[in-house]
């Protein structure tokens, strides 16, 4: 039987392809009879597969357990005298240790794929609307309580990033037996949440809502950024002095850039307080990947630049044991300068499969930089965990520093792009996207977009 998939990129018989400018395909499904633990589905299989081939990326939903919550704190006044900071820690401790039974849903684990997680927040201004009704996070950039948690296939980061998906509340639920809390999710179609357009209840009314929470609404909001960001990636090929920017590169350059706005923020702040003591070490960074993934997206960051910030594009075709070098610009006028400084950069592609391989992923990416020894930045105590961010088919990562360093005029940042073979036969071309920005904190008086772009009219080179 031949993929539906099939009449949009190729045809079927005397039928020309009906879609093959398509780049992205939106699943917000998932199988909850199925949560992933070690073996990758035959679903998720088969969208590593056609994501490949077709050069076309899945946006898929991590999934909801939408379950109560037993919590490891007393009924009464304990409970009703606690502060919200408490409540949100015991909430984040009872999730922790029901965490084998919260794992994502077939197919999040496909490694192709970008794999959505909801973070508790929306645009409503409405709270719980009865006193025996909890909001049960403080932190709205908090992965949602009902959300599925990571990690993915042989322990790559999944999922990979957060987008808002509605505020759950939960009540209390009564005569448990229990002498601790039992807090069960609100079942209701009432704020808050997110606003959403639904089918009228009586022919041509066309103003119904409910609200909804969960991960499907976080993947449509995902999906979304990814078609604007594509009508981003259009405005720029159509510039008369861009850059030949082929169509060939808007898969990856899509992935990279819905994860490039992507970060930890107060929530990985607040779950490193809560189980640093229990959670010790290095470990604390890959236990924080589990709830958070990469973090939560912030779109502005990624569809526009700033005063203080540049952000460039990168793309390219490598193949086994080759590496491509990419030189950014660096503002003159920073040399000597103290005050924050930051690099981001985010690496993406998508990797043919070995199916009957235990290693799977044929193709492994990953990125170097010299930006520590030239501009003083490092990965920094509260980052990403640097083993954990080259599991998967996306490399992202945040470099920080604040001491001046001297540098030359005309100086260039290294970004090495290498690709070698992980599992056994990689013979095929690897298409990746690059998205890096650099950025300087509001006390650094140096004008980086300007700089960055004047010294840009003349192309850099790639270096193989």
Request: proline fraction near 6%; glycine fraction near 10%.
């Amino acid at each position: 039987m031949r993929s539906p998939l099939t009449r949009h990129f190729e045809g079927d018989g005397s039928t020309e392809a009906q879609a093959p400018e398509v780049r992205i395909i939106n699943l917000s499904v998932g199988d909850p009879s199925r949560l992933f633990f070690h073996g990758l589905s035959p679903w998720a299989r088969l969208l590593d597969w056609l994501s490949y081939k077709y050069g076309v990326l899945f946006i898929v939903s991590a999934g909801n357990h939408a379950t109560a919550l037993d919590l490891d704190i007393p009924k009464g006044a304990d409970w009703s005298n606690a502060d919200a900071e408490t409540r949100e820690a015991a909430i984040l401790r009872t999730i922790k240790v029901n965490a084998r039974h919260r794992r994502i849903l077939s197919p999040a684990e496909s490694i192709n794929a970008l794999t959505v997680g909801a973070s508790h927040a929306d645009a409503c201004p409405q709270g719980p609307r009865k006193t025996y009704h909890c909001d049960p996070l403080l932190t709205r950039s908090m992965a949602s309580p009902i959300g599925a948690n990571g990690l993915g296939f042989l322990r790559a980061l999944k999922p990979e990033i957060l987008m808002p998906g509605g505020r759950q509340i939960y009540e209390e639920a009564l005569g448990t037996g229990e002498p601790n809390m039992r807090l069960a999710p609100l079942q209701n179609y009432g704020p808050p949440g997110q606003k959403t357009a639904v089918p009228g209840s009586v022919p041509g009314e066309l103003a119904k809502t409910l609200w909804f929470r969960g991960t499907s609404n976080a993947t449509a909001l995902a999906t979304r950024l990814g078609a604007r960001l594509f009508e981003m990636l259009g405005s720029l090929r159509a510039k008369p002095d861009a850059p030949a920017l082929s169509p060939r590169y808007d898969t990856v350059l899509l992935k990279a850039l819905l994860v490039h706005g992507a970060a930890w923020a107060e929530a990985g702040d607040r779950l490193r307080g809560i189980f640093k003591q229990e959670v010790g070490g290095r470990r604390i960074k890959e236990f924080i990947g589990r709830f958070l993934g990469y973090g939560l997206v912030d779109p502005e960051r990624v569809l526009g630049c700033t005063e203080r910030r540049a952000t460039l594009l990168g793309f390219g075709t490598l193949t086994n044991g080759e590496a491509h070098a990419f030189a950014l610009p660096l503002p003159r006028n920073l040399s000597g300068t103290s005050g924050l400084r930051r690099l981001t950069i985010t690496l993406a592609w998508l990797t043919p499969i070995a199916a009957h391989q235990q290693r799977y992923r044929k193709a492994q990416l990953w990125f170097t930089t010299d930006a520590s020894d030239l501009i003083g930045v490092a990965r920094g105590p509260n980052g990403y965990d640097d083993a954990l961010v080259r599991r998967g088919t996306v490399q992202h990562e945040v470099f920080e520093g604040e001491k001046a360093r001297a540098f030359t005029d005309g100086d260039t940042l290294r970004i090495q792009v290498n690709c070698r073979e992980d599992a056994a036969g990689l013979d095929e071309e690897i298409d990746y996207g690059l998205v890096v920005s650099f950025e300087v904190g509001e006390e650094v008086p140096v004008e980086v977009y300007e700089q960055v772009r004047q010294r840009l009219r003349t192309a850099v080179p790639i270096t193989p």
